[in-house]
Structures are given as C-alpha cells and as structure tokens.
C-alpha cells in the first residue's frame, strides 16, 4: 500500500486494472475447466446409459431365444425322436418336430436355422444347417445349460455371411433309464440383430462408435463405422467387467468404455473420440477470449477518465470481488451497483453478466439432472411394455396346442370357429391403444370362451353379472382374459363335475371398480395360496422367475396394475382346496391413474 501511495492515480488504475484482468482470467479459467469436467462426467453418463439400455437388449433377448430354446428341448416329441427305435413312430414325429420347429422360428425375428442332432445320428433342421454344426456338437461343457459359440461364418448358406451360434444339450426328461442322460444337442444360427437390434440411432449424437463384441473380439454388430466380422486385437484383454479406459485406433484416441457379459462370453463396447467430446469447448473457449477482450477494452477506457472519486468504486469492487472468489454462498445472488462515472458502472455490468451465467449454468446442470430423471421413467415404461408382451405368446401357445389335438380327431367346422376366435383375439392384441374400454375386453373373454366351448363342451358354464354403467370403464388390454385362463385350465379342467365360471363387477364406496373372478373348480392347497398372496402384497410389483414361470398370466397381470396405477391396486386371491379360487382385481375409475 505504501508502494501505491507513490504512484500517480493513473498509475495505480493501471495497476488495479491489470490486477483486475488477472482476477477474470482467473475464473474464466476455472469456470471453463469446470465445464470441462461437467461434460466429461456428463459423457460418461451417457455412455453408462447406452451401455446399460444396450446390455438390457441383450439379455432380453438372450432370454427370449433360451426359452425358445428349452420349449424345444424339453418337447415330448423331440426326446422321443432322438429315441424312438420304430421307424415308422420316428417318422411321424419328426413331421410334427417339423412344424415345431418352423413355428418357434417365426416367434422371434433373426432366427436363420435351428438343428437337432441326435447321439445316434438322428437329425431336424429347418435350413440345411446340420453339416456346419456337426463339428460343434461335442463342444458344449457338461456344467452349462446354453453355450455361446460366439460368431461364426459359415459361407453363403444362410442370408448372413456372419451368425452367431448357440447350442443346448438336450436331457432326457421322462422316467427311465434314459432320465436326466444327453440324447443330443439343439443348435440356434442366428444373426447378430437377434441379439442386439440396430445401435446406429443411439450413438449419432456423440458421434460414437458402439458395437457388440464376442469373445474373439469379433464385432457382432456394431454401427456403419464397423462391419460384423472385423477383429479389434487393440482392445485387449477385456474380460474385466465395466473397464473406462483410452485407446488409439486409425491414429485417433478414444475413450473406451467395455463392459463384459459373462453369460454369453461376450462385451458391448462404446468408443467416443476424444476430440468429439471436447467438441463444445472450443465454442466456450472463443467466447471466454471474446468476454475478455470486452473486458480489456472496457478497462482501457476507463484508464483514461482519471478523477479523485474513482477509488472509492474501485475499492468497493474489489471488495465484492473477493466476497465471490471466498465462494460466500449468501452473497452470490447479490449484484454489484457502482455509484461513479460511467465507465465504473460498465464494469459492475460486466461482473454482473458474468455471475448471470453462471447462474444459468447451474441451471443447466438442474436441467440435466431432470432429464436423467426422465430417462428413468421410460426405462419403466420399456419395463410395463415388456411385461404385457409376455401374454401374447403364452396365450398362443396353450390354444395353438388345443386347435392341434382337435384337428387330429374332429371335423373342420370346429376348427374354422376356433380359428376365428383366436384370429380375433390375435388381432386385438397388436392393434390399437393399451387402454380400451371393459365391453371390448369382455369381447375378447368371449373369444376365448368360444374357444373352450369347442374344446370342452358342456363341461362348465359361465355367468357374468356386470351392471351396464361398467361397461365403458377403461382398462389395460389383455388384463382380464389371463385370469379367464388360469380359472379354466388350473380350476375347471382338472374337475370331473360340471363346473361353473362368474366374472362379476361393481363400483365401490371410493368409486374404484372391482372386477371379480370365481370358479368353482380345484381350487389350490394352502402352501401356494399362501406364496401367491405373498407376491400379490409386494410393493415392487416385481415377480422372482421360478414365480413367474410357473404363473406368467397371474403374475403379468398383477406387475401391469401395480406398475401403471400404484401399489393401491393390483390382484388378491382367496381358494379353498377342491372348493374354488376367486380373484379380485381393483382398478381406479377416473383422475391421472387412468392415463
């Protein structure tokens, strides 16, 4: 201070401008490299998210192609082929293993062949596929249900070049000798997009290159930047769960983000350039140099007006100024006013826009944290759309069973209805809206009923006791004819007397409609009534599998109404062993639930 005292005024302004100067480079600097890692960690939660939405395909679809895969190799047919001494019993399974085959093919896009072959010889495929997975049979350890291959190529045989293989033995399953011993192996070829769909939609933004790799380091399927079949030996080893790390490749450096899938002895991996994700910077970077050059052409101004009131301004503005670089929190929403020349307001401006952005980039980042948020919700939209997709296929698979035990010992007649029920049925599960009024859902009951009029006859009647002001209450599709099917199969089939179904509904006190399910057939004994009121009162709305297994139209139903309206709704279930079952379903009947 004493050094100051002997400077002329316009000295000291010259000295406190450049002290000025300095203390905004400073925090320009700061806050750039603040942004900095703001987007770096913003990048690397986008990849996470991207990884994490793709390694959910994967499985999905890895479980979609095993179930598949065990409806095959647990079919009473295909064992008694891979068994069956008679030539002529044999030949007449493989026509129906035949059928089996292409049907499970067109349930699932991507399958290209599926193979059977048998210890003894014995063989089923679809496409010719049993001279190229012949060598594979022998491969599969004793200790794995499924073995992933990883990807293959097996010339112009199928309209892939690339494919990926699978393979399952298959265990006798009925009592014997034979039980629980490998009679042979079950092969799935199928192409990558059955594992993982197109990624190019999801990594345009980044300008990332995202593919799916097995175990040789083979791309499975990746975006156009790389083709199925190219080797990447510049990975690594890559067997190391989630590893973030940078990488060069074609004299460019990437950040690389792998994560391994053990299960399919396969990794999905994310490379973003690093000059990409340092894209925006270089905007930020020009607009901090043009904030300055404004600031030190503003402070050149103010250099040339010298009067003895400047110091007071100037001390108050410095006071300020520490108060923010201090980070004092309190004091960060006030603003600097300058009582003086021009020129010193200017400058209080200035300070002013720059906290204002700040102040908008903090904004942003709130902003950000919403978006995540958002994302979460569609992540358990994807799981609702999920859960519903599972009815379809059940359904279609119990009746397409029924109309081929008819077919071998009825006339047409009753074939044609049963199939223009079921075609009515098929049609109303891809079409149209998720929520749909209760007479059409009652329509499709109907269908389904017809069908087991052919099937059963006489053997049980139905009542329904709906008043009509129900009738147009909305409801998720496909919620009530699940229920419809247990009541049947596992309550009415089993009864050798005339049994009787009543599906009735009233509104109650709170206006929520409550929609109610009888049979009086088996009913259930006390150890399963006892699990299923368990998983029926659990908050999550989420089933263990060997629950849901073993009760899929029960269970997708209950996870449906807890995961659209809220644990207050959902199903209960009351049975009495060789009395009945009852299951009631509550649904809400106006307000936001519905939607």
């Avoid at 302004?13 to 603040?34: H, R, W």
């Avoid at 989630?242 to 396969?266: F, G, Q």
């Avoid at 699940?482 to 005339?498: I, M």
């Avoid at 049975?575 to 649904?587: A, I």
Wanted: proline share 2%; hydrophobic share 40%.
């Amino acid at each position: 201070m004493a050094l100051m005292r002997k400077l002329t005024i316009r000295s000291q302004i010259f000295v406190i401008s450049l002290l000025m100067a300095l203390v905004v480079m400073f925090m320009l600097s700061a806050s750039y490299l603040q942004m900095a890692k703001i987007i770096s960690l913003n990048n690397d939660k986008f990849t996470s998210d991207l990884i994490g939405q793709m390694k959910g395909t994967v499985y999905a679809n890895k479980d979609v192609l095993e179930r598949l895969m065990m409806n095959i190799a647990f079919n009473m047919d295909v064992q008694n082929f891979l068994v069956e001494e008679d030539k002529v019993q044999a030949f007449l399974l493989a026509k129906r293993i035949d059928s089996l085959l292409i049907n499970t093919s067109t349930l699932k896009e991507g399958i290209l062949d599926i193979v059977i072959l048998g210890a003894d010889g014995r063989w089923m495929d679809i496409a010719e596929g049993r001279r190229v997975t012949e060598s594979y049979q022998g491969a599969i350890p004793q200790d794995e249900s499924f073995y992933y291959y990883g990807l293959q190529q097996f010339g112009d045989r199928y309209a892939h070049e690339n494919v990926f293989l699978i393979g399952s033995r298959i265990k006798y399953s009925q009592p014997g000798e034979l039980f629980n011993q490998s009679v042979g192996t079950l092969f799935f070829v199928v192409s990558p997009q059955a594992l993982i769909s197109e990624i190019d939609q999801l990594t345009k933004e980044m300008n990332a290159i995202t593919f799916f790799m097995d175990w040789q380091r083979k791309v499975v399927s990746g975006n156009d930047q790389l083709q199925a079949g190219s080797e990447l030996q510049f990975l690594g080893d890559f067997r190391s769960g989630s590893v973030l790390r940078e990488t060069e490749w074609e004299d460019k450096r990437y950040i690389t983000h792998t994560e391994y899938l053990p299960e399919i002895k396969s990794s999905i991996v994310s490379m973003i350039p690093k000059d990409e994700l340092m894209r925006d910077m270089n905007a930020i970077r020009l607009f901090f140099i043009l904030i300055f050059l404004v600031g030190a052409i503003v402070m050149g101004l103010m250099f040339k007006v010298v009067t003895n009131n400047i110091l007071t301004p100037l001390k108050k503005l410095m006071t300020f100024m520490n108060t923010v670089r201090r980070g004092d929190l309190g004091k960060l929403r006030n603003r600097i006013d300058l009582d003086g020349y021009v020129e010193m307001s200017l400058m209080a401006n200035q300070f002013n826009d720059m906290l204002n952005k700040i102040d908008s980039l903090t904004r942003e980042l709130l902003d950000t944290h919403a978006t995540l948020y958002g994302t979460e919700l569609e992540k358990k939209k994807a799981e609702l759309a999920y859960l519903r997709s599972q009815i379809n296929p059940h359904f279609l698979y119990n009746t397409l069973e029924m109309l081929k035990g008819m077919a071998a010992v009825k006339g047409a007649k009753e074939i044609r209805d049963a199939a223009a029920s079921l075609g009515s049925i098929f049609r109303y599960t891809i079409k149209g809206d998720g929520i749909v009024p209760l007479h059409t859902e009652l329509s499709i009951v109907e269908s389904y009923l017809q069908i087991q009029r052919l099937r059963f006859g006489s053997r049980f009647s139905v009542e329904l006791s709906i008043h009509e002001d129900c009738q147009d209450i909305l409801v998720p599709k496909m919620i009530l004819q699940p229920l419809v099917e247990n009541a049947v199969y596992h309550g009415l089939e089993p009864k050798e007397e005339h049994g009787t179904l009543r599906l009735s509904g009233i509104m109650d006190e709170t206006g929520d409609f409550i929609l109610t399910i009888e049979d009086d057939g088996v009913g259930m004994d006390e150890r399963r009534l006892k699990r299923l009121q368990e998983l029926t009162s659990s908050e999550s709305g989420h089933w263990p599998r060997e629950d849901s297994n073993s009760s899929i139209g029960f269970s997708n139903v209950d996870a449906r109404l807890k995961l659209t309206y809220g644990q207050g709704y959902g199903l209960q279930v009351t049975s009495v062993l060789m009395q009945g079952t009852t299951v009631t379903m509550k649904l809400p009947t106006k307000g936001d639930m519905l939607r």
